[in-house]
């Protein structure tokens, strides 16, 4: 959990990999460019850890070395909505990315729950809350004791993870954390996310159903997005791409006014230099609307 907001790539920096860096080289390399947050996408992985236990450990040293906080994006081919194999597939590439998140030190497993199918609006939370229950108590019973489960806010109408699914599960599940991607919540609703108000809305509701704490540490995704009114998500875009939203000046605001630490995850193309640039426009808000 952060002490402070900090910001960091969705997965190891296109540069980096061009310069030919391995893993255990990233934090140092976000710590010269002045990023404190680093999420290790494991979004292709099967139902064991795809990497060794000494790296993820290597990893956490350097993490640890650099001041650099990790979190684990867990696997695409997760449906905790599907039928019972699909489900104990599902579970299984969970708790395997979890695994891996405990050997490095990543405080929270973010995933997307999954679709919708056949279930009903209704019948998909209650199962999505059942399942989630069952995921952590197995994390517990295999001794998985500090990593946290991120359902995150989805942007596809197909997909579970509205802002109320999601705090329906937070809430309902202990030992889970709030994942906003506001991307997606974006695109969800149609371009909703315009004005600071548009922003404060999101976070005032967030604190009435979940309380200051779980607020004020939310974990955040943020890139610019294009979508569709009737599917909703269609792609990231980088944040100076003209003609798209959100804005995070706006949340910058936001963050500002209600004191937030988030760890902001940027998933753009250039994600360290669009998080280096999210930086500069939080600590521009905070000199505007004096430190937090
Ligand atoms: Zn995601």
Redesign the pocket.
């Known amino acids: 959990m952060a002490d402070r907001p900090r910001f960091g790539p969705a997965g190891v920096p296109h540069m980096f990999r061009l310069k030919g860096a391995k893993l255990v080289d990233v934090p140092k390399l976000l710590r010269i460019e002045e990023l404190d947050a680093f999420e290790y996408a494991a979004v292709r992985w099967g139902q064991v850890p795809q990497m060794k236990r000494e790296d993820a450990q290597a990893l956490r040293e350097e993490a640890k070395r650099n001041d650099v906080l990790l979190s684990l994006?867990g696997s695409y081919f997760i449906n905790l909505l599907g039928e019972k194999e699909v489900f104990e597939a599902s579970k299984r590439r969970l708790i395997a990315c979890a695994q891996a998140a405990e050997w490095m030190g990543a405080y929270v497993v973010?995933f997307?729950a999954g679709f919708y199918g056949k279930n009903g609006k209704t019948e998909a939370l209650k199962k999505c809350i059942s399942a989630v229950k069952e995921v952590s108590a197995d994390l517990k019973s295999i001794g998985i004791e500090n990593v946290k489960l991120g359902p995150?806010t989805m942007g596809r109408h197909s997909q579970f993870g509205s802002l109320d699914e999601i705090f329906a599960v937070c809430q309902e599940v202990e030992d889970t954390q709030l994942v906003i991607?506001w991307s997606h919540l974006h695109a969800r609703t149609g371009g909703g996310l315009r004005s600071a108000e548009d922003f404060r809305k999101v976070v005032v509701a967030a604190e009435e159903k979940l309380g200051t704490a779980a607020v004020k540490d939310m974990h955040c995704?943020f890139s610019k997005i294009e979508f569709t009114y009737k599917s909703g998500e269609r792609r990231h875009h980088i944040l100076d791409e003209p003609g798209y939203g959100p804005e995070f000046e706006k949340l910058a605001e936001v963050i500002v006014e209600f004191k937030l630490r988030p760890v902001m995850i940027c998933e753009t193309a250039v994600q360290d230099v669009d998080a280096a640039k999210m930086k500069k426009m939080l600590a521009k808000a905070q000199n505007k609307m004096g430190s937090q």
Request: net charge negative; no cysteine; charged share 35%.
């Open positions: 994006h973010v997307h995150e991607d995704h």
